[in-house]
């Protein structure tokens, strides 16, 4: 534990050692990835994203070994017994911060397949990482906006195709399918220009949802729905490294995906889009009431989840 250090002195240590662990970790993933590439039959495909997945737990767990030596930390998380590897996951979040993204790490790595969420076209060319969110079978989307495809008709249902061929992928390995549904990160501000009917929550986006169980719904059957409460407010990444995050909690509750919502046209049917957002709805409702109860409770029971 370096909490005796200044705080600025802790987040330059962190951030290096993330920047080490990833260049070092990045070495290994290349050749299956670049095999991966070159060669075309799927069963060594396979292989190949088996063992970049096995490269890829080990750099998490490269991340949480910094995060318990720079880190005062106290977690507090429940459901996570629930979860097991060989599994077909749809995983739900609410999202406040990107450090959302490291909670998540710490908890599910080697409990659950690998998390894999969808990610902007251009974040291919992210140095370094890109090629690995490649070789880990990232979904790369370029999403169109409303008023793209008015002016560009031909362009309409891109999106499904391309999800479809992406969650092809995810047939032959385990895999958690992340998806924040807010579609962007809480704010105050953002809260109130949307007029969200929730308290602590924007309203749930059903569309990405809804094009994965349509391409996936027969592979997937559970569905992980992760609630994540900072007692302290909402950290931005640098606040996190620094050591000025004290306590997080998170409870993860696995049910069962409604057969009714699988494998469903959510572009071509109006039934279908309003079930999907009424159930999204009761799932939020439910989030929303148990984030206050987590908020209320903070600094209270015995953190849990040591990595």
Same mark, same amino acid.
């Given at each position: ?9 802790? =987040?330059?240590?962190?951030?290096? /050692? ?8 990045? /070495? ?33 767990? =490269?991340?949480? !070994? ?12 429940? %459901?996570?017994?629930? /979860? ?64 793209? /495809? ?23 390995? #385990? ?7 807010? %579609? ?23 569309? =990405?949802? %809804? ?19 900072? #007692? ?34 959510? !572009? ?27 908020? !209320?409770?903070? =600094? ?8």
């Amino acid at each position: 534990m370096l909490g005796f250090l200044p705080k600025p002195l802790i =987040g330059v240590i962190a951030v290096t /050692l993330l920047i080490l662990n990833t260049l070092f970790w990045a /070495l290994f993933l290349y050749i299956p990835a670049l095999l991966k590439l070159i060669v075309p039959h799927k069963g060594f495909r396979v292989g190949c994203t088996r063992l970049i997945i096995w490269v890829a737990e080990n750099w998490v767990a =490269g991340n949480n !070994a910094w995060m318990r030596l720079t880190q005062r930390t106290r977690w507090y998380v429940t %459901g996570a017994e629930e /979860l097991e590897r060989e599994s077909w996951y749809l995983v739900l979040s609410n999202h406040q911060s990107w450090v959302d993204i490291l909670a998540m790490q710490w908890v599910f790595n080697r409990r659950a397949p690998f998390l894999k969420f969808f990610l902007k076209k251009e974040l291919i060319w992210v140095p370094v990482i890109g090629i690995a969110w490649w070789g880990l079978d990232f979904p790369f989307m370029k999403r169109h906006s409303p008023q793209y /495809l008015l002016k560009h008709p031909e362009k309409r249902g891109q999106d499904l195709a391309t999800t479809r061929k992406a969650c092809e992928k995810f047939r032959f390995t #385990p895999v958690s399918v992340m998806n924040f549904v807010e %579609g962007t990160r809480f704010t105050p501000e953002k809260h109130r220009k949307q007029k969200s009917r929730y308290q602590h929550l924007l309203q749930p986006k059903a569309g =990405g949802v %809804g094009f994965v169980l349509d391409a996936m719904g027969d592979a997937m059957e559970t569905l992980v729905d992760v609630t994540i409460a900072y #007692p302290g407010g909402a950290p931005s990444f640098w606040d996190f490294v620094c050591g000025r995050v004290s306590e997080v909690r998170m409870e993860i509750h696995t049910h069962p995906i409604p057969d009714a919502l699988k494998g469903r046209d959510y !572009a071509k049917d109006a039934e279908y889009r309003r079930q999907l957002k009424d159930w999204l709805g009761n799932l939020w409702r439910e989030k929303d009431q148990r984030l206050e109860r987590m908020l !209320a409770e903070a =600094g209270k029971g015995e953190p849990s989840v040591s990595r």
